[in-house]
């Protein structure tokens, strides 16, 4: 199938110009003036590292475990005894700092922790 090209037609009047087919603006014959189409550019997707979890409880404030990996989240989970017990954070490196995981990202580490009991 061919590619259609679009072009601004500015010869109509009153409210302004429309995006029409190429082929309909252009009278047989003619060339059309300018017609150029954007290179598409593809964004690297850089590696993404391995997350980074922050274990917090909740009563004393104290972290129970910092900067460790899913795994070790995961163990640490298995020896609490409740959600509402600790709270879990994520080093986000675009942010610079650590963000509380949403209910959803908590409950699929907990249900890691109880499939693994």
């Known amino acids: ?24 603006t252009v009278k047989e014959g003619a060339r059309p003036s300018v017609v150029r189409e954007r290179p598409v550019r593809e964004k690297e997707a850089a590696p993404r590292e391995p997350r980074r979890f ?7 404030r104290q972290a129970l475990a910092e900067d460790i990996g899913t795994r070790e989240t995961v163990e640490l989970l298995k020896g609490v005894r409740s959600t509402v017990d600790v709270s879990v954070h994520v080093w986000e490196p675009g942010a610079a700092k650590w963000q509380p995981l949403t209910q959803r990202e908590q409950k699929m580490l907990w249900d890691l922790a109880a499939r693994e009991r």
């Open 54 to 60: 922050k274990v917090v409880d909740v009563m004393t």
């Open 1 to 24: 199938m061919a590619k259609k090209l679009w072009v601004l037609d500015t010869e109509t009047k009153g409210t302004g110009a429309q995006m029409v087919p190429l082929d309909t």
